[in-house]
C-alpha cells in the first residue's frame, strides 16, 4: 500500500494550502483516512480523520472551523483543505490509514497502519 501527499508550500498567515493524499489499490472497503502533522520539536499529533465508509468526519480542536477533510473515492485520494492558516500550523504533514474501522475513527498514531512520506506545510 502506498500513501503520497503533495500539496505542501509556503503561504502567508491567513492563507490556504490543500493538502492531497493519493493512494493504491487495495481490498479494503472500510477504513478511516486520517492527516496528522509534525512540528519540529513535538511529538506527531493528529488534525483530522474521515470513514471512508459513510464520510464521518473528525477534527481536532485547534484546526476545527478552519481546516476540511474529503475524500474523492473514484481517485481514491483524501484531502485536506486548510483555511486561515497560522503560524502554528507550520509542520510536515502525513496522511496514514487505518483498516478495518467502522465509522469510530481512531486518532492514535499508533492506530494507524499505513503512512505517507509527509509534505512540509510552512506558514509565516
Known amino acids: 500500500v502506498q500513501l503520497v501527499e503533495s500539496g505542501g508550500g509556503s503561504v502567508q498567515a491567513g492563507g490556504s494550502l490543500r493538502l492531497s493524499c493519493a493512494r493504491s489499490?487495495?481490498?479494503?472497503?472500510?477504513?478511516?483516512m486520517g492527516w496528522f502533522r509534525q512540528a519540529p520539536g513535538k511529538e506527531r499529533e493528529w488534525v483530522a480523520v474521515?470513514?471512508?465508509?459513510?464520510?464521518?468526519?473528525y477534527y481536532a480542536a485547534s484546526v476545527k472551523g478552519r481546516f476540511t477533510i474529503s475524500h474523492e473515492a473514484a481517485k481514491s485520494t483524501t484531502y485536506l483543505q486548510m483555511n486561515s492558516l497560522k503560524p502554528e500550523d507550520t509542520a510536515v504533514y502525513s496522511c496514514?490509514?487505518?483498516?478495518?474501522?467502522?465509522?469510530?475513527?481512531?486518532?492514535?498514531?499508533?492506530?494507524?497502519?499505513?503512512w505517507g512520506q509527509g509534505t512540509q506545510v510552512t506558514v509565516s
Open positions: 474521515i470513514w471512508i465508509g459513510g464520510a464521518q468526519t
Open positions: 489499490t487495495w481490498k479494503y472497503s472500510t477504513y478511516c
Open positions: 496514514a490509514a487505518a483498516v478495518g474501522w467502522d465509522e469510530l475513527c481512531p486518532t492514535a498514531v499508533a492506530s494507524f497502519d499505513h
